[in-house]
């Protein structure tokens, strides 16, 4: 049985408690311990960044973060982009500009985006192609994506 | 057929988040354990044969002495725990030392360089550190602290002296990182800094250089050059420093100092490119660099 550690976070919103081996990266735990399933786990080495997620206010690879690292942090995950006031304007324009393909990387995109649109809703391409570079998209659908980070950066600032 | 059975690495049977320099270096003393910080190195190799965590873990994130950023009095200390997007974001040091800015700039992607420290980057010893490279350029000293008998230890290693080879430092298993630190470049110094591989982002060097030097003139004087994934360990190519000191550049220079480069290094062939591609890369490397530096 591995070493098991208790930890204590915030996450998208709700104080949660729960047991995670210390060899575990956050992104198991998120998926299998508790139900979260957006974030995807692909490549495991943060090369994909289908696993983002934003812990204290950065995106972050989840697949490498250590699960025991979690105490005490703030985790926002796609689930927690679902509010009372409805999904969140890039997940908006993400159906709008049909910026979905197979899907297996939106989540990672999603919340890779809505960290660069918090720190600049004005961004350029240029800017947007390099805020994307650790997300990938084997689909190859980049130029709807990045339509769609425009778009919604335009409703943040409308 | 049997399939040889893959090893398991060991269980990490114990696990330590301290909240104060002390005792991170008291979970430390023992030399059975490992560090992680950002997590972006380790928890990529932590199940490889041969790299495997000790037996207690030690999460040195929340030690607020590794932590920060200090510029005063012609010094500058980044802490041990400070990420790339720190060095990004702070407006001060991208305007002091720009060439820092720039090796953090090609650093892996964002996320990566949210999560990525300073002090990973010397621990983790890749040949091909992206940060390590600017810090040699830099001079930088490395503060290393460890507990012995109840007593704290410290000391600093110049970051050239830090490599032992692939993955190896002089860094004892007691030993932690704290930071690093560096006298801020004066007047007229230039700093640059170049990195490529098959694409842009997320790629381990081929060949990185940073090459710095005060330039007046077109004079060169107190040059440093500092190469990574030509040797085992990121490097400082002195002889072909001594080419250029007190030199003026020009083409006759230009060719001298790519001839002394190439006599200095030493890549090799992998699967990420030939040690033929990574010479003409370091020497065009070097070209732009002695170009861009003439320029101003």
Known sequence: MPLQVDVTFTLNGRTTRVGVPVGASALTILRERLDLAGAKLACGEGECGACTVIVDGQSLNSCLMPAVDLEGREVLTVEGLWTDAGIDPVQDAFIEHGAVQCGFCTPGMIMQIRYLLDRNPNMSEDEIRRGLEGNVCRCTGYKKIIDAVIAAGRTATA | ?296
């Open chain 2, 1 to 296: 057929m049997t399939l040889p059975q893959l090893q398991q690495p060991p269980a990490i049977e114990e696990y330590a988040a301290p909240r104060s320099l002390d005792e991170a270096l008291d979970a430390l003393a023992d030399g059975a354990a490992t560090c992680v910080a950002g997590g972006t190195d380790l928890w990529v190799q932590k199940d490889e044969p041969g790299r495997a965590v000790g037996k207690r873990l030690v999460n040195i994130k929340n030690v607020p002495e590794l932590a920060g950023i200090e510029v005063k009095a012609g010094r500058i200390r980044l802490g041990a725990l400070v990420t790339m997007t720190q060095v990004l974001e702070h407006k001060d040091l991208a305007k002091k030392v720009p060439l820092l800015r720039a090796a953090a700039d090609k650093f892996a992607s964002v996320q990566i360089r949210n999560a990525a420290t300073v002090g990973g980057n010397i621990a983790n010893a890749s040949p091909a550190a992206d940060f390590v490279i600017p810090l040699l350029c830099l001079d930088a000293e490395v503060s290393l602290a460890s507990m012995k008998a109840g007593k704290v230890k410290t000391r600093t290693v110049p970051i050239n002296e830090v490599f032992a080879g692939p993955g190896k430092t002089v860094i004892a298993p007691e030993e932690l990182i704290t930071g690093v630190e560096f006298a801020v470049p004066g007047k007229n110094f230039y700093g640059g800094f170049a990195k490529t591989g098959p694409r842009p982002a997320l790629e381990i060097a081929l060949v990185s250089l940073g090459f710095a030097a005060y330039v007046e003139g077109g004079t060169l004087r107190d040059v440093r050059l500092a190469l990574g994934a030509v040797a085992p360990t990121p490097i400082r190519a002195r002889k072909t420093e001594a080419a250029l000191e007190g030199k003026s550049i020009d083409d006759a220079l230009i060719d001298t100092a790519a001839e002394a480069l190439d006599a200095e290094i030493a890549p090799i062939d992998d699967h990420r490119g030939s040690a033929w591609y990574r010479r003409r890369l370091a020497r065009a490397y070097l070209m732009q660099e002695l170009g861009h530096a003439a320029s101003g």
